[in-house]
T-cell receptor
């Protein structure tokens, strides 16, 4: 069964803190992992992609992947109130391809308070 | 990079009528497009996957005769909700992927209200 699990939260952090969002997935053979941000009433926006074990950084965002533990996380440094949104973890489960459909977690709601 | 435009952003229609939603990739060729539905405070639900020039693949439980998907070109896919009923009221979102690329980008979404 193909599952993507996220803690639904809500996760609440003060402005300037590091927000840590976690995601686990069911198939060790998965190759492609994504983080999307969705503001209330809006569509998801891709913020990070990661394919290899380790860290990938983009500005204040760092995605971390550990395939052995089937775990992918997103760190947001210097969190801002504008980061308050629902963060969706997505995984492509196809072992032989990086072009399969995305499976989404239920999302973690993040609130950054000033 | 990768812009996906979806129209209309919102629509209100009468029960029993049909509504067409358009999804366009503006700066890339969308070999694959996905259509999702999202109810308030719930996660995305994939309705169907379409590849250009092929029939759409519908997820289990999604009525293909009710939700008609056409992906006739590399830049345009349409979703038609036929004989809409109030329970079809939802947020419909398309997503598109360029050839050979894993990342999928979303349109702005269409909020459908059936009265």
């Amino acid at each position: 069964q193909k599952e993507v699990e996220q803690n639904s939260g809500p996760l609440s952090v003060p402005e300037g803190a590091i927000a840590s969002l976690n995601c686990t997935y069911s198939d060790r053979g998965s190759q492609s992992f994504f983080w999307y941000r969705q503001y209330s009433g809006k569509s998801p926006e891709l913020i990070m992609s990661i394919y290899s074990n380790g860290d990938q950084e983009d500005g204040r965002f760092t995605a971390q992947l550990n395939k052995a533990s089937q775990y992918v996380s997103l760190l947001i440094r210097d969190s801002q109130p504008s980061d308050s949104a629902t963060y969706l973890c997505a995984v492509i489960f196809d072992r032989g391809s990086t072009l399969g459909r995305l499976y989404f977690g239920r999302g973690t709601q993040l609130t950054v308070w000033p | 990079g990768a812009v996906v435009s979806q129209h209309p952003s919102w629509v209100i229609c009468k029960s029993g009528t049909s509504v067409k939603i358009e999804c366009r990739s503006l700066d890339f060729q969308a070999t694959t497009m996905f259509w999702y539905r999202q109810f308030p405070k719930q996660s995305l639900m994939l309705m169907a996957t379409s590849n250009e020039g092929s029939k759409a693949t519908y997820e289990q439980g999604v009525e293909k005769d009710k939700f008609l998907i056409n992906h006739a070109s590399l830049t345009l896919s349409t979703l038609t909700v036929t004989s809409a009923h109030p329970e079809d009221s939802s947020f419909y979102i398309c997503s598109a992927r360029d050839t050979g690329v894993s990342e999928a980008f979303f349109g702005q979404g269409t909020r459908l209200t059936v009265v």
